[in-house]
């Protein structure tokens, strides 16, 4: 591969790209969402603080300004608009040059293919850091007109999760540019982009966590089946439907790994929101409902905790674009030029 | 300048070129024939090194193309057929883009576009790709092919989409390169156009190069192989002549017609000399006497025709 080649195709791709109808649309729509849910977050902020300052239960710690982007990575993940811009960027990056009989032009000239598909891939990333960080800047930009200001750490982790937030975004753009080469249309390729992320995004997980535990744990123990007669008691079932549900949430722990939208929000929440990652995952909310004291001695997560906590869910979500880069890239090299 | 050898290509265990030899040698301007399906366009993905042969070589000017794919592109220009560029750029952008991967300078890759742009007539067209017409869109396609000065240039159908004063261009364009000594190698349906311009053709059928040699030579190798008589048509105002045609005995005559055109003799070779000879002191009264062959087309229709049957 030879740096200058592919230093002329990104530039002339990143061009195209920022350039493009498509590009603005895509950067207007996320600004005024990141901009609204800023606002949203910024009111979300003063409550919390007005609850920790009551004392009420439910707030851990003292709520930081990270709370303000709870709403945006909900807007990003949960909400699927991570994944619209990640397609939307990368869905005819091939398949146009196919329609468009460009593909020949091209490839006829003194460069390799894989400089095309790099360089492509590299003008993709860039446009989705450009627009990540735009959107980012209008939700510092909200948040100081409003008065808050972050501290440095709360910086830092700002920048963590426009990371994972980029990162989140690459997953999808580079699903999108494997359906591109795949696919012989732009519009076949956007449906097969949006076919696969509603299969890794929907029915994985739910499915696949039903499918999985009948198979492996078969159906859930009754009661009724651990009744004594003699003596009423329900015997050790309690025990055995605890494990039971262990088990199952290890499956569809396994199985959401095939959501990045699933895994985003479970890296970023101990970020935005560390109370409820705290009563929900650690002490169980049911458990803290009883004994809200159970929090009084635990630590606020640091990031350090939590990559720590969450290093395999952190490796699944770059596993991902490298997995669908990697297929993307070998199909083209491979593809049939007649 | 091109060399091929045993160059063959399978899809599939299918052979889509098979056992190619061929040489076109410098300053050769080759025209490429063939149906759909017989091989043209893998042979020319071969020689641009877009795709790999299952076996064989093709060398262009001293490089292997499959070994050395990227020097093969360097020193070629190749105009595909339906020629793509993009839309949301200008010709001289698209060049200016496509031409960054040529050794070449900034300053020298902006005098080359310019004379290119001029020599195709777009100099002065300063609108998006987009909005070019077909022809347009063909005529920067023979810039890009000329964009790197190429020593040998493979053009594949050239003329599509072009109107009369296009190709006329065109024309001259192939023929100020022949001038230059650059090895041109055309690849098209339109066999008149091939004609036109080419000084010797190659015919490729179901993977194999079935005719080969200068324009004359392919034409008298398809009438050989497609069986198909030529006719001698002669114009005379004396009666006699007919009567003294049909007394000449030679195994190269099929049939003697008498029609409004004249006399129309059909035979397996030109033996308008043996006739004149024949006829010598009692040809008085012709006025003229000419050979007319079968069209290319034609010619090469029923050799297809024949290899598919």
Sequence with gaps: MNL?????????????????????????????????????????????????????????????????FQKITNSIGLYGLGAVIGIATGFDLISREREGQTIKTILSQPLFRDEL???????????????????????????????????????????????????????????????SVFAKTSSSALILALIITFLMYSIIPVAGGEFGSLILLG????????????????????NIIREYNKNQDEIYDFVNLFSSESVYNEITTPITWPSHYIIHTQIGSGTFARNPELADNIEKPTIWSILKDKWVKILVFIMWPAVFFGVAYIQFMRADLR | MITTLNLTKEYNGKKAVDNLNLEVVEGEVFGFLGPNGAGKSTTILMLTGMIEPTSGTCMVNGVNVALDPLKGK??????????????????????????????????EREERIEVLLQKVALRDVTQKVGEYSRGMNQRLGLALALLNDPDVIILDEPTANLDPEGVLRYREIIKELAAEGKTIFICSHILSEVRAVCNTLGIMSQGRLVARGSVEEVENELIIQSRTPQKIVIKAINPAVYEAIRSISNPDLIAINQTPAGIEVEVRQDIRAEIARELDGRSRGITEMYLERPGLEELFLKVYRREQG
């Design chain 1, 117 to 179: 598909i790099n360089g492509k891939a590299i003008a993709g990333i860039l446009a989705l850091a450009t627009i990540t960080l735009a959107g980012f800047l209008i939700v510092l930009s909200v948040m100081l007109i409003i008065g808050i200001v972050p501290d440095p750490e709360e910086f830092i982790l700002i920048g963590i999760i426009w990371l994972i937030t980029l990162l989140l975004m690459i997953s999808s753009f580079t699903l999108a540019l494997m359906s």
């Design chain 2, 74 to 107: 360097e020193i070629l220009g190749y105009l595909p057929e339906d020629v793509g560029f993009y839309k949301n750029l200008t010709g001289r952008e698209n060049l200016d883009y496509i031409g960054k991967f040529y050794p070449m300078t900034t300053t």
């Design chain 1, 219 to 238: 159906k859930a123990p009754q009661e009724s089946d651990y009744l004594s007669e003699s003596s009423g008691d329900n015997g050790n079932y309690e």
């Design chain 1, 4 to 68: 200058n080649r592919l230093t002329t195709i990104s530039k002339k791709e990143f061009s195209d790209q920022i350039t493009s109808r498509r590009f603005l649309l895509i950067l207007i729509i996320f600004c005024l969402v990141l901009g609204i849910s800023a606002i949203n977050g910024v009111n979300d902020y003063n409550k919390a603080l007005d609850k920790y300052k009551e004392g009420a239960t439910g707030q851990i710690f003292q709520p930081s300004v990270l709370i303000v």
